[in-house]
């Protein structure tokens, strides 16, 4: 059974490109969140995704935006990249049937590097 | 708005030592808690969690952790710690009414000595 697969491992970009980056959920789950993990601090949720819309979001700028797949799998857009994006970006995926018993299980995570 | 404090940012023990790792969190509501840790090199891991019933919560590894609700508290134990408990731990909740968006302590590094 696979888990939470998320690509590139590893992503480097100038200021003001724009990366995109992916993810697969676990099997069996049909809901997908992302988060920003910066060195020596907790993930901070950025959004979720279920049934390809944006269900909640984090304080983060329109410059993060997502979407969701019909096979659930799902993409994070970064626009107009800055220094300060530099970060590990997790993705989680979840049941939403758990209702409000969800649990989330995190992907190996996507290590960007703004220059 | 909803946090999680933990105020051990790092920790160092030896091994068969124990291990408590505290754990608050500020919200007025029904709440869910999970500790999740981050082996070096791995990905995260769900260590336990707690979504109602029993306080006293045993997760993987020999770890469990005890939800009191008058001290907002989620604190995370073990009673003899190995080498390989060696990580960085994660304190999160949701709220019961949105059970989408964790929040993350900043964690705490868990350093073993052999």
Known sequence: DAGVTQSPTHLIKTRGQQVTLRCSPKSGHDTVSWYQQALGQGPQFIFQYY?????????????FSGHQFPNYSSELNVNALLLGDSALYLCASSDRDRGAQETQYFGPGTRL??? | AQSVSQHNHHVILSEAASLELGCNYSYGGTVNLFWYVQYPG??????????????????I????????KSKFSFNLRK???????????FCAVTAYSSA???????GTRLSIRP
Do not use: C, M
């Open chain 1, 51 to 63: 049934e390809e819309e944006e269900r909640q979001r984090g304080n983060f700028p329109d410059r």
């Open chain 1, 113 to 115: 590097l703004v220059l």
């Open chain 2, 42 to 59: 791995q990905h995260l891991q769900l260590l336990l969690k707690y979504f109602s019933g029993d306080p006293l919560v045993k997760g």
């Open chain 2, 61 to 68: 590894k020999g770890f469990e952790a005890e939800f009191i």
């Open chain 2, 79 to 89: 009673p003899s710690v190995q080498w390989s408990d060696t990580a960085e731990y």
């Open chain 2, 100 to 106: 989408s968006k964790i929040i993350f302590g900043s």
